[in-house]
Each structure stands twice: as structure tokens, then as C-alpha cells.
T-cell receptor, first 114, second 115 residues
Framework: DAGVIQSPRHEVTEMGQEVTLRCKPI?????LFWYRQTMMRGLELLIY????????DSGMPEDRFSAKMPNASFSTLKIQPSEPRDSAVYFC????????????FGPGTRLTVL | AQKVTQAQTEISVVEKEDVTLDCVYE???????LFWYKQPPSGELVFLIR??????QNEISGRYSWNFQKSTSSFNFTITASQVVDSAVYFC????????????FGKGTRLHILP
């Protein structure tokens, strides 16, 4: 079975540019989570969806960040405009159902904003 | 509020030694779930175990074992006869049933297995 798929795996961009990260959850999973990992702050939950509906976006750092889940098999995390402090590894995870079920993580997207 | 503490930031042991990674959690719920994840140098996060609060039996999987003690709010992870491939960052995590849908992760313990 395919795991969570993320693209791109690496992204290098210049400050001010728009960045779009993509995620395909495991088929049959109803919940999808976006995380950011940095050395300073560790693993932070940005937003999560259940049945394609955003449930909690309190972790989204600011209005420059937005996330969508147009259908059960696809989600995007967009940063516009990007800033150097957005440099991090962004993980997408999915679980069969919300909350306490096990989350399975994608390989991550390493974002570098110059 | 829920909280996960991994007091050991970094541990180094020589190959074949046993090593225990500590995890202490805080929760007001009686029903909750505990997790361990491994993040090897390649960067992916690999699920290791999920344990619910009503199951205090210790778990063993090969060289890995987990000791869940509600009395001390701990969920420690032991690697027996460590190997270099065990070098990774290990995260403990907690989720409270029926509250919200978040898993709260600890800061992680970086484990170095020296050859």
C-alpha cells in the first residue's frame, strides 16, 4: 500500500515567492494533518482536516499560510509570500479517523527560502 | 492541559548496550493514547507503537520494549542490544480521546549508537 505522498521533496525559493506544498493521504484515511519541523520549535501542528473540512487551524503561523483539501485524496499548503523564517521541513500525515488514531507521516518537504 | 516531556535531549551509547528513553506525560483525561515515533537521519517519521490508557501491559517487539506505568505517568522505551541503525531521534506523543484531535509530541530524544 502506498503511504502518504508529498511533493516536492525539496523546494528552494526566494523570499517573496509563492510556495505550494502538496500531499496525498493514504487511501481510506479521513483525517489529514500538516506539521512543520524546525530545530528551534520542534514538531508543530499547523492545521488538520477531517473529511476534507478544516477542523483546527490555530497552529497556522499567520495569514501568509493557507491550506486546502478539495477532495479526500489531495491537500495543499500554500505560503504567500514566503520568508526566510519559513524554512523548515513540512510534513503531511493522515489517519484513518480523527483524533487518537495513529498518524502516518509522509517523507516531508524540505523548504528553503533564501 | 496535555503535555509530553522527554527530559533526555541527547543520549550516546556504545553498540550492543541497552538504552532506555524516558517519556513522562500529563493529562486530565482517563482515556488517552500514547505513541512513539522514530525519525532516522533520512528524516521520515516512522510509527513504532500506539498504546491506550487502559492497557498497561508492557509491549515487546524484537529488541524494542515499552513500559507503560500510569502511576508515574510514564511510557518509557527500551532498546536492547542497540545497533547503529537505531541511531535516530525518538518522539513520544499523547492524544486525549474526545477532547480534540491533536497529537501532542514531545521534543524528542536524539540517540547516537556508537560502533
Amino acid at each position: 500500500d502506498a503511504g502518504v505522498i508529498q511533493s516536492p521533496r525539496h523546494e528552494v525559493t526566494e523570499m517573496g515567492q509563492e510556495v505550494t506544498l502538496r500531499c496525498k493521504p493514504i487511501s481510506g484515511h479521513n483525517s489529514l494533518f500538516w506539521y512543520r519541523q524546525t530545530m528551534m520549535r520542534g514538531l508543530e501542528l499547523l492545521i488538520y482536516f477531517n473529511n476534507n473540512v478544516p477542523i483546527d487551524d490555530s497552529g497556522m503561523p499567520e495569514d501568509r499560510f493557507s491550506a486546502k483539501m478539495p477532495n479526500a485524496s489531495f491537500s495543499t499548503l500554500k505560503i504567500q509570500p514566503s520568508e526566510p523564517r519559513d524554512s523548515a521541513v513540512y510534513f503531511c500525515a493522515s489517519s484513518r479517523k480523527q483524533g487518537t488514531d495513529t498518524q502516518y507521516f509522509g517523507p516531508g518537504t524540505r523548504l528553503t527560502v533564501l | 492541559a496535555q503535555k509530553v516531556t522527554q527530559a533526555q535531549t541527547e543520549i550516546s551509547v556504545v553498540e550492543k548496550e541497552d538504552v532506555t528513553l524516558d517519556c513522562v506525560y500529563e493529562t486530565r483525561d482517563t482515556t488517552y493514547y500514547l505513541f512513539w515515533y522514530k525519525q532516522p537521519p533520512s528524516g521520515e517519521l516512522v510509527f513504532l507503537i500506539r498504546r491506550n490508557s487502559f492497557d498497561e501491559q508492557n509491549e515487546i517487539s524484537g529488541r524494542y520494549s515499552w513500559n507503560f506505568q500510569k502511576s508515574t505517568s510514564s511510557f518509557n522505551f527500551t532498546i536492547t542490544a542497540s545497533q547503529v541503525v537505531d541511531s535516530a531521534v525518538y518522539f513520544c506523543a499523547l492524544s486525549e480521546a474526545g477532547r480534540d484531535d491533536k497529537i501532542i509530541f514531545g521534543k524528542g530524544t536524539r540517540l547516537h549508537i556508537l560502533p
